[in-house]
């Protein structure tokens, strides 16, 4: 058995920094024995001893055992992980492909639809082809006005502003009427007017409804009156498909259908809506979607809707679907959400603890982070549930990854403490803003003596230790009062009792600076006087704490948002 555990440990461990995550391997060690699964918590207790002792191994150790003794492991991973490795798509020609996202008008997009939106962005790049933003809005219940605009914003941020056309459903009434009044007079459709139930209980047993075999100029009358006449319930429009189809839900599906609601946009202008497979099969037409990209809970209603364009003569678009990713215990339910900042719970949809977009382009994601989750993951049919720790674990090195380089580095203390450094020397210290690129410029610290330091760091500092205040120099606490001991890197570096490196402040001069944090809780401290340079929106490293994005800056101080660590 601990064979089993030790090779996914070796690889989790591998894939993140040296730390594994006991839940992701037992998921995989089931998915491969299932047997095991009569005792799951042995084996969990298994494997987290298996972990204690790989987390021990440093990294080139972990690599080094696991290409000797599952090499096989290893090479899966790199296959998986090659840049821009899409799977191609079907009949899919350069500077051809048109893709589109279509969410529903209920709130901004949280994280789930950032997979789905990037994956159709990544798709229309890789081809030179058009990424389309379509809001299906022709429910006119449950439509959050709000959502319109946020839902443009996020699709735009996401595609760093490639989205080639905005196509809102709701404007589009009458294209879908002269559709519809096409198929009725080609005896494709027919309005029908039978009971719910009881046409449920014909379609049940394969048998057609009275209204079906009515003639064509009939059934034109009764679609002009469905458009003035009928009320809510009455009247259906319906595409006469195989009434015995094996399949139930594909025999005579609706088209279109009264609903009296006031929609947001139009008002009482319409009362005649379409369901959603009839407007997005006439949609995917009309704007050239070469490539329907969406999750597996959309199969059944592709077929419908490539059944529509037959019956008006069209070619169907490709259509790929992806697998459920369930984001466990992660909230992000739309109108639960929406309920929660109406209660004040949340302060909106940008409130830090949130995962939607809003709020997460506020702390400082990039959307090439999301992409590039997207893109690993890619377009795969299994259902997967990441662990939240897991999913944040690789945006977040995705983000750094891009974030690293251009965010320069200061000093923030937070919890401020004062202490007196006897002998240190007065000094202007000058350090690089970022290490790796010393041409950016310098940042100035004046001190003679003084230090702020958190009240943190404070209460960790360990007498007879060799401390050292970073850049600046080495100090020793002895008895009650701290003692400067000398500049030198390399002889801190080198002492036996080594201390902490902690960051400090001179006592004047600081910026006030409060972090909104991830549990929306504020820390608050200060940072160098250097900060002031900083613009709003920028992203800077608190150094050896985490990054920030710069949310207000005024001669007062300023408000960060924590990005991550
Ligand atoms: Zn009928």
Not at 100 to 106: G, L, V
Not at 452 to 462: A, K, M
């Amino acid at each position: 058995m601990k064979e089993h555990i030790l090779k996914y440990v070796l690889k989790n461990a591998l894939d993140f920094q040296g730390k594994a995550n006991s839940k992701v391997v037992l998921g995989q060690v089931l998915k491969e024995h299932e047997e095991l699964k009569k005792d799951v918590p042995k084996l969990l207790k298994e494997i987290e001893q298996v972990i204690k002792e790989v987390e021990a191994m440093p990294s080139e150790k972990i690599k080094e055992k696991l290409e000797k003794e599952f090499p096989k492991l290893l090479k899966e991973k790199k296959e998986e992980r090659v840049e821009g490795a899409l799977k191609p798509l079907a009949n899919a020609q350069k500077g051809k492909v048109v893709t589109r996202i279509a969410p529903s008008p209920s709130g901004p997009l949280h994280i789930g639809h950032a997979y789905g939106a990037s994956l159709n962005y990544e798709y229309a790049k890789m081809y030179d082809g058009k990424l389309l933003l379509r809001i299906e809005d022709t429910n006119p219940e449950h439509i959050y006005p709000d959502a319109y605009r946020l839902i443009e914003e996020d699709v735009k941020w996401l595609s760093d502003n490639h989205v080639a056309e905005v196509i809102i459903q709701s404007s589009r009434l009458e294209i879908y009427y002269s559709y519809a009044e096409e198929l009725v007079k080609k005896g494709k459709a027919y309005v029908c007017t039978c009971d719910a139930d009881q046409w449920r209980l014909l379609k049940a047993e394969g048998t057609a409804c009275p209204c079906r075999e009515l003639p064509v100029e009939g059934q034109h009358a009764r679609y002009k009156k469905m458009l003035k006449g009928y009320a809510e319930g009455e009247a259906v429009l319906r595409l006469k498909t195989d009434i015995t189809d094996k399949n139930p839900a594909m025999r005579d599906f609706s088209l279109m259908r009264v609903n009296e609601h006031v929609h947001p946009r139009t008002g009482t202008k319409y009362r005649v809506w379409p369901l959603m497979i009839f407007s997005v099969a006439i949609d995917d037409y009309e704007s050239g979607v070469t490539h329907v990209l969406n999750g597996k809970d959309h199969a059944d209603n592709a077929k419908k809707e490539a059944m529509i364009m037959k019956c008006l003569g069209w070619k169907a678009p490709e259509y790929s679907h992806w697998g459920r990713i369930n984001f466990q215990g992660m909230k992000i339910s739309t109108s639960e959400t929406r309920l929660k900042i109406e209660h004040k719970e949340y302060t909106g949809w940008d409130d830090i603890r949130l995962p939607f977009l809003p709020a997460l382009r506020k702390r400082g994601y990039q959307a090439g982070a999301f992409r590039k989750f997207a893109a690993e993951i890619g377009l795969s049919l299994n259902d997967k549930t990441v662990a939240p720790e897991e999913f944040w674990k690789i945006v977040n090195a995705c983000n750094k990854d891009i974030v690293e380089s251009q965010a320069d580095r200061y000093f923030f203390v937070d919890n401020p403490i004062r202490i007196t450094v006897q002998d240190a020397p007065k000094k202007e210290v000058m350090i690089d803003l970022h290490p790796d690129f010393p041409k950016r410029g310098k940042r100035k610290l004046l001190v003679h003596g003084e230090f702020l330091i958190s009240e943190n760091d404070f209460r960790t500092l360990g007498e007879g230790y060799m401390h050292r205040l970073m850049d600046y120099g080495n100090f020793r606490l002895k008895g009650e009062t701290f003692h400067y001991v000398s500049e030198s890197y390399d002889e801190y570096k080198n002492a036996s009792n080594k201390g902490k490196i902690i960051h400090w402040l001179p006592p004047k001069n600081n910026v006030p600076v409060e972090i909104m944090m991830e549990d929306g809780s504020l820390s608050k401290g200060f940072g160098e006087e250097t900060l002031r340079g900083v613009k709003e929106g920028g992203i800077i490293q608190f150094e050896r704490r985490f990054f920030v994005r710069v949310d207000k800056s005024s001669k007062k101080g300023m408000t960060c948002w924590f990005l991550h660590r």
